[in-house]
């Protein structure tokens, strides 16, 4: 062999996997005679924490690599296969398959459940599967994986991770995950370094199938020095063959060739595998799987390994006879195209460049006029403006409510727009607008309805944001108690408001009292508020904290729309949709109800503190929260779940603007009362 005439740069990534891998390369061409330096290399995939789904894959590990490869920044990188795009790159050759590690996918249990299911003494994985509780939280960010397991798990809720290996294992933790998926050849690879991780952890094999070349890597270099006539001369190319595994390759070149004819990326929710029979004969099996785990479509065949590339081109477009490219997004001639699938359901009013959610989809559960769409799409987003919820009245006696509540109140609460409207279709917007007159206006207006009672003040109006207020006034009611954004901060203007009477307005002196007789003590506030029977107690628990007089009355109530639109419901299931914004706690139950969970690509964003709650309560996952349910605020908390750089703030999204409240269900709970001394 001849030697080479100088060192060669092996570039890696600077995982602790990347480097084992590329270490255990590196000593097998060491072996050989050649002097090999690891070189570290940087991707955009390990800076950004951003889905990879949303980055095009985990191709972008790979592009950084071949980037320095084709620059002259180092001689080899090592790749794990399963990772690297199957379209070649000029320039650039796989020139050995060094073996191939165990292919399954594991789940990683956190500890809670590793003691419960170590208790049942089984090695038998399928037996301690069947144990696993219902609504487990699961994390991957591999589209087939998350796919499988929804198929498996019904009831689990998918969680969308990235980082290394170690990383990944943490997050199986009590508060955090049940449970994450890895790939088996990664731990094993890693060995030792991960035993203090999984000590208390407990590995169950998954039976799904894997993704195409996965547990085998590539060593990839420039083709003139895979040809022996770069550089290197012979010795490097001579090395790289000696290393090369023909078995494994041709195996994995039959799995590669099913992702190339599907035209599917390895984000795709694609699954194959291959092996040699003892009969000498190549079996390969692959399956495309709806993003829900709602279908599969699969196929097998076998055939003689040197037509390994054949076999898996004919056994793709089989899958796509049996309508493979109707479940799922995996290549631009199979499926509808991501522009075509929703422009109808998604229009948007900037241009292709403007904007900071240009090129993005978001779901947002609201009529099409709603501020929320509009300030949406004025970021360049394209909106699928879509109620998933209802509506409907509550009866109760209007004339019994003006006759005997309406006198004795002092407060009247406004918490959502939706109360207007339903006051207005009982008839009771003139009473009420009569009992917040002050005298002096009645009496300047020639036409003007009762007044207040002699002596009473006029009736207070409150708003809990400026939708509620703009609302209010809109009818003719004069607001003049006006929160910044939830429930705990208007109960808090309410009770602040009623202690501190108006300079310029001073109270009238007490009349005298007679000698020993006590004066009479002033009664506590009145305030009803008419609302959704759905809406948080919060405002009326902290005003009865507060000492006053509290009036609930369901006016109106909202329930789940009895069937979803298809189209959205296609554009959910098909991955489609970038973000869902999450406007009140029956909103998020409407939407699991209708569309099931959102998938590992779309990020949820709440409205409030109730509704994150809620999501979290009901197993969803979410990516940002808004606390003010203005436009402004809202569309920050989208943007910022899905910031180009995957770098999100990590606060909670505050934008200062007169726009539209959210549904009153988004109140913000208040903290809870000291303790007095």
């Known amino acids: ?206 039976p799904i199938l894997p993704a195409a070349a996965q547990g085998a890597l590539a060593v990839e270099c420039r083709s003139a020095d895979a040809a022996g006539s770069g550089v290197f001369g012979s010795a490097l190319a001579e090395a790289l063959t000696a290393i090369d595994d023909a078995g494994a390759r041709a195996v994995i070149d039959a799995e590669r060739a099913v992702l190339a004819e599907l035209e599917a990326g390895c984000a795709a929710p694609v699954g194959t595998h291959g092996e040699l029979l003892a009969s000498g004969d190549l079996a390969l099996t692959a399956a495309v799987f709806a993003l829900d785990g709602s279908e599969t479509v699969s196929a097998t065949t076998t055939g003689h390994p040197w037509d390994a590339i054949a076999i898996g081109r004919d056994l793709a477009r089989e899958l796509l006879a049996q309508g493979a490219g109707d479940i799922a997004e995996i290549g631009a001639r199979h499926t509808r195209a991501r522009s075509d699938a929703v422009p109808a359901l998604a229009p948007t009013t900037a241009g292709p460049e403007a904007g900071p959610l240009a090129g993005r989809t978001v779901f ?69 607008r009569a009992a917040a007159t002050p005298p002096e206006a009645v009496s300047l207006a020639s036409t003007s309805g009762a007044s207040p009672a002699a002596g009473r003040a006029p009736l207070v109006i409150a708003a809990v944001g400026p939708a509620s207020a703009a609302a209010g006034e809109a009818a003719g009611l004069p607001v003049t108690i006006r929160g910044t954004h939830d429930a705990a901060a208007l109960a808090a203007a309410m009770i602040a408001a009623a202690q501190s009477p108006e300079p310029s307005e001073p109270a009238e002196p007490p009349e005298a009292s007679a000698p020993g007789e006590l004066a009479e ?40 729309r009895p069937s979803a639109d298809q189209d959205v419901a296609d554009a959910w299931h098909r991955g489609l949709i970038d973000a869902v914004v999450v406007t009140a706690p029956s909103v998020a139950a409407a939407l699991v109800e209708l569309f099931g969970h959102a998938g590992p690509g779309t990020a949820v964003v709440a409205i409030g503190e109730p509704t994150a709650r809620a999501i979290r309560a009901g197993g969803g996952l979410l990516a940002a929260t808004a606390v003010q349910p203005t436009p402004a605020a809202i569309c920050a908390a989208v943007v910022d779940a899905l910031r180009p750089d995957g770098e999100r703030t990590g606060e909670p999204a505050h934008a200062e603007a007169p726009a539209r409240t959210a549904n009153p269900e988004t109140t913000a709970t208040p903290p809870e009362p000291k303790e007095q001394p």
């Open 364 to 432: 947002v559960p609201r009529e099409a006029d709603d501020h929320i769409v509009a300030e949406l799409r004025a970021a360049g987003a394209a909106v699928i403006a879509h109620p998933v919820t209802l509506t409907e009245p509550i009866d109760v006696d209007a004339a019994a409510l003006a006759a005997n509540l309406l006198p004795s109140l002092t407060h009247l609460a406004i918490t959502s727009p939706r109360t207007i409207t339903r006051l207005e279709e009982l008839n009771l917007l003139e009473t009420i």
């Open 1 to 206: 062999m001849t030697d080479a005439p100088r060192t060669i740069r092996l570039g890696t990534r600077s995982s602790d996997l990347a480097l084992t891998q590329s270490s255990w390369v590196a000593d097998l061409l060491r072996e050989r005679g050649l002097r090999v330096e690891l070189v570290p290399i940087t991707t955009r995939g390990d800076r950004s924490r951003r889905p990879l789904a949303l980055m095009g894959g985990v191709g972008v590990f790979a592009a950084a690599l071949r980037t320095a490869l084709l620059e002259g920044e180092c001689d080899l990188a090592v790749h794990s296969l399963k990772d690297l795009p199957v379209a070649p790159v000029p320039g650039l050759t796989i020139a050995a398959v060094p073996g191939r590690e165990d292919i399954a996918d594991v789940l990683v249990l956190a500890p809670h459940l590793a003691s419960q299911l170590r208790s049942l003494h089984s090695d038998d994985g399928d037996a301690l599967l069947s144990q696993l509780p219902d609504g487990l939280r699961i994390g991957t960010g591999s589209p087939r994986r998350a796919a499988q397991i929804r198929a498996l798990l019904p009831t689990c809720q998918i969680a969308d991770i990235r980082g290394n290996v170690p990383t990944r294992i943490a997050r199986a933790a009590a508060g955090d995950l049940d449970a994450v998926v890895l790939a088996a050849a990664g731990l094993n690879r890693l060995g030792d370094t991960l035993a203090e991780l999984l000590a208390e952890r407990l590995v169950v094999p998954l």
């Open 521 to 560: 003590p002033a009664a506590a506030p009145h305030a009803w508020l008419p609302a959704s029977a759905l809406a948080a107690p919060t405002l009326a628990d902290a005003l009865t904290a507060a000492g006053w007089r509290v009036t609930r009355t369901p006016i109106y109530t909202t329930r789940t």
